[in-house]
């Protein structure tokens, strides 16, 4: 399984970018896709995932980007996008996507294969 995270870049605050997360090496229909970000000093933290179940999206937030951020996922294309708008100083750090396979969750460590990383800054 190989996920390749791309679309970081600097943008002010209040501005918008997406993100998206191509994935190949396995079937990515039903996976629970997942992105998490990182700032210096801190623990990896969730973002936002897409569940799918009965052919139905569902998503979930992390309440610091609940109303800003919109997760997505194509499954024709097996790509996770992440539409940030509204953008804080505070939402600067390296941004990853995963997956945890079959099972919904905020946890960090129930993610098994991770992205490399892509680059958000969000200057004030």
């Known amino acids: 399984v190989q996920l390749q995270a791309s679309g970081g870049g600097l943008v002010q605050a209040g501005g918008s970018l997406s993100l998206s997360c191509a994935a190949s090496?396995?079937?990515?229909?039903?996976?629970?896709m997942g992105w998490f970000r990182q700032a210096p000093g801190k623990e990896r933290e969730f973002v936002a995932a897409v569940s799918w179940s009965g052919g139905i999206g569902i998503s979930y937030y992390a309440d610091s980007v609940e109303g800003r951020f919109t997760i997505s996922k194509d499954n024709a294309k097996n790509t996770v996008y992440l539409q940030m708008n509204s953008l804080k100083p505070e939402d600067t750090a390296v941004y990853y996507c995963?997956?945890?396979?079959?099972?919904?969750?905020?946890?960090?460590?129930?993610?098994?294969?991770w992205g490399q990383g892509t680059q958000v800054t969000v200057s004030s």
């Open positions: 090496g396995g079937t990515f229909s039903n996976y629970n």
């Open positions: 995963a997956t945890s396979g079959g099972k919904k969750s905020r946890n960090r460590y129930d993610y098994a294969y």
